[in-house]
């Protein structure tokens, strides 16, 4: 199953803007910090922005924007902003003139794509001096002050459904000098996010893993998240319980 074919469907875009946790401010305040303390970055791109949460965040630090993403369903979802162009398009080959942007952006969809086609295509459409900002936030599989989480994750959620492949490389320092890009910076994050059972099994149903599992017919919505409501509603010991996320921030300079 090729990576566009998981964000296609109505349902999948309908759970994304139901059960993704909204980290893309915390991100978008570190890069401010860093790039533009003092002043808006006058022309944002944003790549793989799904239904919008990485898009809208990124209000902060721009007044234009426009957002990339192969899904016309995904696209379907997005909130609404007079400052906020979206288009679809595969990151690969946007409909875009040279050296339009002073940022790219990328959240949570660079192992999607092909880095060869990406990385020239995010050159191309970048001024000079220009930034590229990649980053991700990963569910680390823990319930705060419930051991007894990680070990159902490992040993039963992913043996259910497994992760399908993606290209989870890092880009390094010579990735980046091959394409014309300086990888000025590398950070770390963390953050936790509150979730009651229900909002857990709505952004598991979001994982790719569950996902190809329904796609493949191996299992359907509604059974999902039966078996999730089962499985998780033993580890509640709340209503609501912590899970901590973390990722990488890396900024590329043109």
């Not at 599992?213 to 191996?218: S, V």
């Amino acid at each position: 199953m090729s990576q566009s074919q998981f964000f296609v469907r109505a349902w999948v875009a309908q759970q994304y803007a139901l059960g993704r946790p909204h980290f893309h401010s915390q991100v978008v305040r570190r890069i401010k910090e860093y790039v533009c303390t003092h002043q808006l970055i006058a022309n944002v791109l944003d790549v793989g922005c799904g239904t919008g949460l990485s898009t809208t965040a990124l209000r902060e630090i721009t007044e234009n924007i426009v957002a990339v993403d192969i899904s016309q369903q995904m696209l379907a979802m997005v909130p609404r902003d007079d400052h906020i162009n979206y288009v679809a398009s595969a990151g690969e080959n946007l409909p875009i003139r040279d050296g339009r942007f002073d940022m790219v952006t990328v959240s949570s969809s660079f192992h999607w794509l092909d880095r060869s086609r990406f990385l020239p295509e995010a050159v191309r459409v970048l001024r000079p001096r220009g930034w590229l900002v990649i980053y991700d936030n990963y569910f680390l599989g823990k319930m705060v002050g419930n051991p007894k989480y990680e070990v159902w994750n490992r040993s039963s959620y992913l043996e259910r459904y497994p992760s399908p492949p993606r290209d989870r490389r890092p880009v390094t320092r010579a990735d980046a000098t091959s394409h014309g890009l300086d990888l000025a910076r590398e950070d770390t994050y963390t953050n936790d996010v509150s979730f009651s059972l229900d909002q857990l099994v709505s952004y598991l149903l979001t994982q790719t893993n569950v996902i190809d599992a329904i796609e493949k017919g191996d299992d359907n919505i509604g059974t999902a998240t039966r078996w999730l409501e089962e499985e998780l509603g033993e580890l509640f010991l709340q209503p609501r319980a912590t899970f901590p996320f973390a990722g990488p921030i890396l900024y590329f300079r043109k």
